[in-house]
């Protein structure tokens, strides 16, 4: 039945029989563009908010705990415009599949695993440089080592403090005299002896070399007490940090590589570049170097390696088994050999965990925390660059995993408190299973 224009007019409140029915048709027309406009503002909203799922407006530190996305890959997507609900997570499964801790890496989570309580629990020592204790560095590339030195030599309450002066060719670093009263070398590192074991010896070659170095100084008669200190990095960050190294012209071409009473052959470690450094290398060709010793830089360096033969090309066992013989070897030593060792993300509690460590040991002011940090920490990577690096650095990675969850479970038990960080790994526990699903 139409709708006659005097009953549209009554609606709107305009008596027909006065003037102002002259408005009615375009109050009419109004009207009608009005009801369309929000019929049309309604049909688009129903049909996106079904195709799409609303704003997660969450944050990137939330999304990845919550999703257990590792950070990295959350905010690589997050920059792409990629929204959550695409992306492909971990969901926790009672039947699902084991978590390893390069899966575990992946997704940003850390398996608390149950250590031997010797292993955890704190163990306090008196340290006494007028005596026999010696503090050794095993200084692994790349993980803060130089920061740590200089903070040791200039920062440390000793009496006498080490004497300390800016080498001239390079004023960032330091050459110190680090001896008690009787005149006798107490802190083995960079800083205080230089090298006499070679560039940033590992292991092997430190614990092969320090009692031939101190008994040809003529002030040494005294048995040697030695506590063996490293820092650990995050694997992929550490080989980042080390490429930029390489690639603004350093080598370490001095390294010994030294196993079994002998160094390392060329034919074994070939070099990466001709010339006399890798200057300008870029990030793939220092990935496709089959010499690159930066790939499980950590793992090799912390363990035996003579039990897996060395650095030989020959053996008697697969690379895997010798592979998964280094780490075990690289796990135990840190566990039992290592005195003590510290995080490069968790310098401050490093700090701490050092003066409970040993005890007489105290620090003038505290570290400070852009000392510890790098460039690289804030580098992003893309996804294909950093799986890459995670897949040429797995040992690396488990060793990490092992390192940090020992660590954190160290400075609990030593009642050291540390803050929440912001993309902190979520721990799970050892049995921890799951299942791949989309988001």
């Given at each position: 039945?139409?709708?006659?224009?005097?009953?549209?007019?009554?609606?709107?409140?305009?008596?027909?029989?006065?003037?102002?029915?002259?408005?009615?048709?375009?109050?009419?027309?109004?009207?009608?563009?009005?009801?369309?406009?929000?019929?049309?503002?309604?049909?688009?909203?129903?049909?996106?908010?079904?195709?799409?799922?609303?704003?997660?407006?969450?944050?990137?530190?939330?999304?990845?705990?919550?999703?257990?996305?590792?950070?990295?890959?959350?905010?690589?997507?997050?920059?792409?415009?990629?929204?959550?609900?695409?992306?492909?997570?971990?969901?926790?499964d009672?039947?699902?599949?084991?978590?390893?801790?390069?899966q575990?890496?992946?997704s940003?989570?850390?398996?608390?695993?149950?250590?031997?309580?010797?292993?955890?629990q704190?163990?306090?020592?008196?340290?006494n440089?007028?005596?026999?204790?010696?503090?050794?560095?095993?200084?692994?590339?790349?993980?803060?080592?130089?920061?740590?030195?200089?903070?040791m030599a200039?920062?440390?309450?000793?009496?006498?403090?080490?004497?300390?002066?800016?080498?001239?060719?390079?004023?960032?670093?330091?050459?110190c005299?680090?001896?008690?009263?009787?005149?006798?070398?107490?802190?083995?590192?960079?800083?205080?002896?230089?090298?006499?074991c070679?560039?940033?010896?590992?292991?092997?070659?430190?614990?092969?070399?320090?009692?031939?170095?101190?008994?040809?100084?003529?002030t040494?008669?005294?048995?040697?007490?030695?506590?063996?200190?490293?820092?650990?990095?995050?694997p992929?960050?550490?080989?980042?940090?080390?490429?930029?190294?390489?690639?603004?012209?350093?080598?370490?071409?001095?390294?010994?590589?030294h196993?079994?009473?002998?160094?390392?052959?060329?034919?074994?470690v070939?070099?990466?570049?001709?010339?006399?450094?890798?200057?300008?290398?870029?990030?793939?060709?220092f990935?496709?170097?089959?010499?690159?010793m930066?790939?499980?830089?950590?793992?090799?360096?912390?363990?035996?390696?003579?039990?897996?033969?060395?650095?030989?090309?020959?053996?008697?066992?697969t690379?895997?088994?010798?592979?998964?013989?280094?780490?075990?070897?690289a796990?135990?030593?840190?566990?039992?050999?290592?005195?003590?060792?510290?995080?490069?993300?968790?310098?401050?509690?490093?700090?701490?965990?050092?003066?409970?460590t040993?005890?007489?040991?105290?620090?003038?002011?505290?570290?400070?925390?852009?000392?510890?940090?790098?460039?690289?920490?804030?580098?992003?990577?893309?996804?294909?660059?950093?799986?890459?690096?995670?897949?040429?650095?797995?040992?690396?990675?488990?060793?990490?995993?092992?390192?940090?969850?020992?660590?954190?479970?160290?400075?609990?038990?030593?009642?050291?408190?540390?803050?929440?960080?912001?993309?902190?790994?979520?721990?799970?526990?050892?049995?921890?299973?799951?299942?791949?699903?989309?988001?």
């Amino acid at each position: 039945m139409p709708v006659s224009v005097t009953k549209i007019w009554t609606a709107f409140g305009i008596s027909p029989n006065t003037p102002q029915r002259r408005l009615g048709l375009p109050l009419l027309l109004a009207a009608a563009s009005v009801v369309i406009l929000v019929l049309g503002i309604g049909a688009y909203i129903h049909t996106n908010s079904s195709a799409r799922p609303p704003k997660d407006k969450r944050s990137l530190a939330q999304l990845a705990q919550d999703s257990g996305i590792s950070m990295e890959n959350v905010v690589f997507w997050h920059r792409l415009g990629v929204h959550i609900a695409d992306m492909t997570f971990l969901r926790p499964d009672r039947d699902g599949i084991p978590l390893d801790d390069v899966q575990a890496y992946r997704s940003n989570l850390l398996t608390r695993r149950s250590h031997p309580r010797a292993d955890v629990q704190l163990r306090p020592y008196r340290f006494n440089y007028n005596k026999s204790d010696v503090l050794v560095l095993l200084h692994i590339q790349k993980t803060g080592g130089s920061n740590w030195e200089n903070h040791m030599a200039v920062n440390l309450m000793t009496d006498p403090p080490p004497k300390c002066r800016a080498m001239p060719d390079a004023p960032h670093r330091l050459m110190c005299s680090c001896v008690n009263g009787k005149g006798q070398d107490w802190m083995f590192n960079k800083n205080c002896v230089g090298w006499p074991c070679g560039v940033h010896p590992g292991f092997m070659e430190l614990t092969s070399c320090l009692d031939k170095w101190y008994d040809a100084q003529v002030t040494e008669d005294r048995k040697r007490r030695y506590h063996l200190m490293t820092l650990i990095r995050d694997p992929v960050t550490r080989f980042y940090s080390e490429w930029l190294h390489i690639r603004r012209g350093a080598t370490w071409k001095e390294c010994r590589l030294h196993c079994d009473g002998r160094d390392a052959t060329l034919e074994e470690v070939p070099w990466c570049f001709d010339g006399g450094n890798w200057r300008g290398a870029s990030l793939e060709e220092f990935l496709n170097c089959r010499g690159n010793m930066g790939f499980n830089r950590m793992t090799y360096m912390l363990a035996n390696l003579s039990l897996s033969d060395c650095y030989r090309l020959e053996s008697n066992k697969t690379r895997e088994q010798r592979d998964e013989i280094m780490l075990a070897s690289a796990k135990y030593n840190l566990a039992k050999h290592i005195r003590f060792f510290g995080l490069t993300e968790y310098i401050k509690e490093t700090e701490a965990l050092f003066q409970k460590t040993f005890q007489g040991l105290k620090f003038k002011r505290s570290i400070e925390i852009k000392d510890a940090q790098t460039g690289s920490g804030y580098v992003m990577l893309s996804d294909y660059v950093w799986n890459r690096i995670l897949d040429m650095n797995q040992l690396d990675v488990r060793l990490y995993q092992y390192a940090k969850d020992l660590f954190l479970q160290r400075i609990e038990a030593a009642g050291i408190r540390r803050p929440r960080r912001q993309y902190e790994a979520k721990l799970v526990s050892e049995t921890f299973t799951y299942t791949i699903e989309n988001a």
